[in-house]
């Protein structure tokens, strides 16, 4: 892993000074302030790149393995999608960096997401035998919400409510397997993003049944925007959100 990060650093950057000596093969053998005049340079590359880069691109890391990955959040509110391919990966990740430290759980369905509303740089515990991605995405706001669709959980875009409105919600399990479907409505006021616990749906799901469910998304005093949380405790859910 330090080779291929070596070799990568190699092609992406002009490594010379301190990184040159201590990013090589036998890079153990650097003293301790070797080791850290090369973290002091590799800080201030990831710095430069992060305020030159545009706050509405999404930024994917991927691996293989256990790993501690540091992310930068630049564009809030932003989610964070975690995909593994170990779909039993019993230790949640760990995000930690802001206020609240974040957990992402894919056990069952190999997906997780949470909401991002600070910016700053995370450190991501990732603990598992399989591949991995881990993506951050900024919100896009939408307008009015008239609906959503998909096939995993997921952190919607952003929306607005100009009163209670009636959504329905329809599941169309495509194999076999028992669950729970969650779908949540979260708000906005002063960049603080909160769940509201007066609209929300817990369904425990059948065999291969459909489920449909009218539920009222209620606007909530001082709220500036919207977005829908929805999950799925297995793998391969269709589910669609709309307004009536």
Not at 133 to 160: A, H, Q, W
Not at 226 to 240: F, V
Request: hydrophobic share 40%; with cysteine; charged share 20%.
């Amino acid at each position: 892993m330090k080779k291929m990060f070596a070799l990568l650093l190699a092609l992406l950057l002009p490594v010379t000074g301190a990184l040159a000596d201590v990013l090589t093969d036998d890079w153990r053998g650097a003293d301790d302030a070797e080791i850290q005049a090369a973290i002091d340079e590799l800080n201030a590359e990831l710095q430069s790149r992060t305020a030159t880069r545009d706050p509405s691109e999404a930024v994917t890391i991927s691996g293989h393995g256990t790993s501690v990955e540091q992310i930068a959040v630049t564009g809030i509110p932003a989610r964070i999608t975690l995909t593994c391919t170990d779909k039993e990966m019993y230790n949640p990740v760990k995000i930690s960096g802001g206020s609240k430290d974040i957990e992402l759980n894919p056990y069952g369905s190999g997906i997780a997401e949470a909401l991002v509303s600070e910016e700053g740089s995370y450190t991501a515990m990732i603990e598992t035998s399989g591949d991995w991605t881990l993506t951050v995405e900024p919100l896009s706001m939408i307008g009015m919400f008239t609906g959503f669709s998909g096939n995993c959980s997921v952190f919607t875009d952003m929306f607005t409510l100009t009163g209670p409105t009636i959504a329905t919600v329809a599941v169309d399990p495509s194999n076999d397997s028992l669950g729970s479907f969650i779908v949540e409505l979260w708000y906005c006021t002063e960049q603080e993003w909160k769940r509201s616990y007066d609209s929300s749906l817990i369904a425990e799901l059948t065999k291969g049944e459909a489920y449909s469910y009218d539920m009222i998304l209620k606007p909530i005093d001082g709220a500036t925007a919207y977005a829908i949380r929805l999950y799925s405790s297995y793998d391969g859910l269709g589910w669609s959100i709309t307004a009536k």
